[in-house]
């Protein structure tokens, strides 16, 4: 049976986190630079719908795309690496699975047949697999399969891509993503964990056509030609993935590896023009060597895992590279900060961002570093709730009202700031009821943020239930807080600014979910910029 999309499925094997998303997408950009039309989607094993609802201690940022899919965040790297937006239809769990299935036997549509997980479960997620591909707008879907070869919760999935390789022979590959360790005693690399993982995925029914082996140090050929031999795959397939300083080498890496050759010709595929990644290596260059450093404080309440706040890091790094800047994040807790340590924690700061987030966590020590950084002229971006402390925190200094808050927090509050939107009121569903997705933004001409884009409107991507309360908004621009960018239809106020600062800005939206390699946010260019020294 032959199909126009090709599919290739990216597994994992040994152990989790060994950068499943960064291969998916680096293999992404290699074909695309060679003229194919590419997307990546991945298939996550937990019970969750989505990941709106989980720790991000646990799973790290919650990714929102433009059609407001609450999401994983492999999907940033999709987007960053392609420069291409991805949809609800990118992101699927067991959970969005089981609830499709079992609404579908609600309605009747299984005509009394039991339904199991083969074949019901595996033509669920098969189908979903193909629905990028069916649109027609793509040569080849990248789908990546979360958690470890050997996991009970994968095993569906596994056995979707063992049907698939079946029905669609000549337009499906696997790629299995390995580790090959070294044993510092013994002074080896050893290539047992790697046969091991092969055969549980062999066991399952499915023989990959590449292995990709993260590894410390260089494999040689005769460790290539081992694992080659005792994985059934051809030596040219064995793909020395080493540790490298970024993310960003990986696709040149990969590219030094002939990765999207074999898989062009293990495809069938004609290898059409070349992947010179000309764009991506101009930004590395200037990501590796800058002319300027510049010290921004990133105070949040998940600094523990700092792939809470992902897309905002790599935003950082994007701007830098555009500033030809380094940027040397310093992480500080929200929740260590007080007023006695105020001045040790931003002190020697060029810039301050302060984070997005839920709850009353954490949220006095935001407070303080808002208030010295407005204090102290500090170049400040406030993303959502990082915004909505700028305007607590101002009420409370600059308009005297000590009791402002966001009802959020303090429902009974004198002076409710910052409150839940109107059409939240009713709602007492968690997951995937917020206002998510793209809204559009009018920008006041002459501001901070229309000179960052240098557009009168725009399109960014929201995740929040409440919103600056426009009772207030009279005093607070009299006072000096101006709102420069809303919402035209609704009047919501999605920016403000002090414009007598050097470079004060709080965006309700979040545009760090728009910065790409390719295409840096321009209000995370405009803030790297303003914390540059002079």
Known sequence: MSNSTKYIFVTGGVTSSLGKGIISASLAKLLQERGFSVTIQKLDPYINVDPGTLNPYEHGECFVTNDGAETDLDLGHYERFLNVPTSQANNVTTGRIYQSVIEKERKGEFLGKTVQIIPHITDEIKERIQILGKSGDYDIVITEIGGTVGDIESLPYVEAVRQMLWEFTDDCLVIHLTLVPFLAASGELKTKPTQHSVKALLELGVQPHILVCRTEHHLDMTIRKKIAKFC?????????????????????????????????????????????????????????????????????????????????????????????????????????????????????????LVAPGFGSRGIKGKLHAVQYARENDIPFLGICLGMQCAVIEFARHELGWSDAHTTEISEDCAYPVIDIMEEQKGITDMGGTMRLGAYKCKLMEGSKIADAYNEETIYERHRHRFEFNNKYLEEFEKAGMIATGKNPETGLVEVVEIPNLKWFVGAQFHPEYKSTVEKPHPLFNAFVKASMPK
């Open 232 to 352: 059934n795959v051809h030596v040219n397939a064995v793909i020395e993935s080493i540790d490298a300083n970024t993310i960003y080498e990986v696709p040149v890496l990969m590219q030094e590896e002939e990765l999207d050759k074999v898989v062009l010709h293990k495809l069938g595929l004609p290898t059409k023009g070349t992947a010179e990644l000309i764009e991506w290596k101009k930004f590395l260059d200037r990501f590796q060597n800058p002319k300027s450093e510049v010290k921004i404080g990133l105070v949040g309440k998940y600094i523990e895992l700092k792939d809470s706040y992902k897309s905002i890091a790599e935003a950082l790094i994007h701007a830098g590279a555009h500033n030809e800047c380094k940027v040397d994040i310093k992480w500080i807790h929200s929740e260590s900060i007080s007023p006695a340590n105020i001045e040790e924690n931003m002190n020697g700061l060029d810039g301050v």
